[in-house]
């Protein structure tokens, strides 16, 4: 393992480093979502649904276009950042949202005008390896990029680890909802916080 990081915008291929990166920043939340969904897709893999939807190339900002990869020089990839600019005006949560997601889509629609980190995953053996702050790094040009009005995301409560590295980079929490429980499991926490840096 080669403890130099580079970064780079992600290519269609990094569709299922992508998946398996989403489902580690979600702490597992989201293969629950995706082995409901593996029958529909006509697979047996959770893994694969997540695939298919990093692969989806709609209008909608959640797949590898909005993907950046962290790989050490020798191309083992060592993490990822999702994320895109939200509209300047807050947009409202659909009637068809399941119930676990209702929070989570209004405290993004509160980030509105600003860069939203939607997901930042970082595999287990390089974490504490500054990789996360390289993709923050990231973060912050694009915000400038595209004239955010700052930027923002949502941790868990009980992510306290996440939370300081984020208040170290000058994110505040801004507001919070409760959390509602997942597909097959409890919720990882009490509350989403929605932590901005204006």
């Known amino acids: 393992m080669s403890d130099s990081i ?13 998946a398996l990166l989403v489902n580690i920043a979600t702490h ?8 409901n969904d593996a029958k529909a897709a006509g697979t047996y893999d959770p893994m694969e649904v997540g695939r298919i939807e990093m692969l989806d190339d709609d209008e909608a900002p959640f797949n590898w276009r909005s993907a950046t990869i962290a790989e050490s020089t020798d191309g083992e990839v060592a993490g990822m950042l999702l994320g895109y600019r939200e509209p300047d005006t807050a947009r409202p949560v659909p009637k068809t949202t399941m119930a676990f997601m209702v929070p989570l889509l209004q405290l993004e629609a509160e980030a509105h005008g600003t860069w939203f980190i939607s997901m930042l995953g970082v595999h287990i053996g390089w974490r504490g390896k500054d990789v996360g702050s390289q993709l923050l ?4 040009v694009k915000a400038g990029e595209t004239k955010a009005g700052g930027l923002s995301l949502i941790v868990e409560d009980v992510n306290t680890d996440a939370q300081r590295l984020y208040q170290r980079r ?3 929490v ?3 909802r409760p959390m509602v429980r997942f597909p097959g499991g409890p919720p990882p926490g009490k509350d989403w916080l929605l932590m901005v840096k204006e």
């Open 6 to 18: 580079v970064t780079r915008p992600a290519r269609k291929s990094d569709a299922s480093e992508i």
């Open 28 to 35: 597992g939340g989201m293969i629950r979502g995706w082995v």
């Open 137 to 140: 790094d990231v973060a912050e």
């Open 170 to 172: 000058g994110y505040a």
């Open 174 to 176: 801004r507001t919070s």
